[in-house]
C-alpha cells in the first residue's frame, strides 16, 4: 500500500506533484437498485462512464484534485458491463434505447444542460490504523454540488498509482426524481452506488 510514500508526498510543503488520470483504462459505473412491490419484475441498472479525465496536484495542505466525466458519452446497461458487475437479467436493445433517453434527458442526468460530472478532492488524510484515505470533496452532477467523503485505497503498479473506491449519493439531491411506473409499483431506489477504478501518471 501507498500509505508512507503519500504521507510523504501531502506533508511536504517545499515541493508539489502533478499527476494525470490515465483515461485510457480503469473505469467509472454507477448502480442502480429497483425496489417496490413488483421489483421481481423490474431490472437493476448500470451507468458506465465510458469518457473521463483529471488530474492531481500533491503539494501539502494546498494538494486537491478532480476527475470530470463526459455526460454525454455514458452508457446504460451494457451486457459486458452487467456482467463485470454482477447485475442480474438481460434487457434487449429497445428497452436500453429507452431507459438511455430517460437518463439522458431533462428528467435524468439533462446532458445538453449538463455535460459534466465532476468530482473535486479538496483535502486528504489517512485513516489511523488503517491502509485506507479518507478523502473530503465536492460532487456536482446537474449544475448541483454536494459536499461528500470517499474512502479510497491506493495500489502502486508499474503503470502508474491505482486508487478505487465507492461513493453512495441519493439523485434526488441533485434534481432527479427517481423513475418510476404502474404508480410506484416499481421503481428504483433514490440511491446510486458508484464504484471507480483509476490510474494516476505523474505528468
Do not use: C
Amino acid at each position: 500500500m501507498l500509505a508512507p510514500l503519500l504521507a510523504a508526498l501531502l506533508l511536504a510543503p517545499a515541493s508539489s506533484q502533478e499527476f494525470v488520470i490515465d483515461a485510457s483504462t480503469g473505469s467509472i459505473i454507477a448502480v442502480l437498485e429497483s425496489e417496490g412491490a413488483l421489483k421481481a419484475l423490474a431490472h437493476d441498472h448500470v451507468v458506465d462512464a465510458r469518457e473521463f479525465e483529471g488530474e492531481l496536484t500533491v503539494a501539502g495542505e494546498a494538494s486537491n484534485g478532480q476527475v470530470r466525466v463526459g455526460a454525454e458519452w455514458i452508457e446504460i446497461d451494457a451486457p459486458a458491463t452487467r456482467e463485470a458487475a454482477k447485475v442480474e437479467g438481460k434487457l434487449s436493445e429497445k428497452d436500453r434505447e429507452k431507459i438511455r433517453e430517460q437518463m439522458r434527458g431533462p428528467k435524468g442526468l439533462s446532458v445538453k444542460d449538463h455535460p459534466k460530472i465532476v468530482f473535486r478532492a479538496l483535502k486528504a488524510y489517512q485513516v489511523e490504523g488503517e491502509s485506507i484515505w479518507m478523502v473530503d470533496g465536492e460532487f456536482e452532477l446537474r449544475g448541483v454540488k454536494q459536499a461528500v467523503q470517499i474512502p479510497v485505497e491506493f495500489e502502486r503498479s508499474a503503470r502508474g498509482t491505482w486508487f478505487h473506491g465507492r461513493l453512495r449519493i441519493k439523485p434526488s439531491d441533485y434534481g432527479i426524481k427517481p423513475f418510476k411506473v404502474l404508480g410506484g409499483m416499481i421503481r428504483v431506489k433514490d440511491e446510486a452506488l458508484i464504484r471507480f477504478r483509476l490510474l494516476a501518471r505523474p505528468r
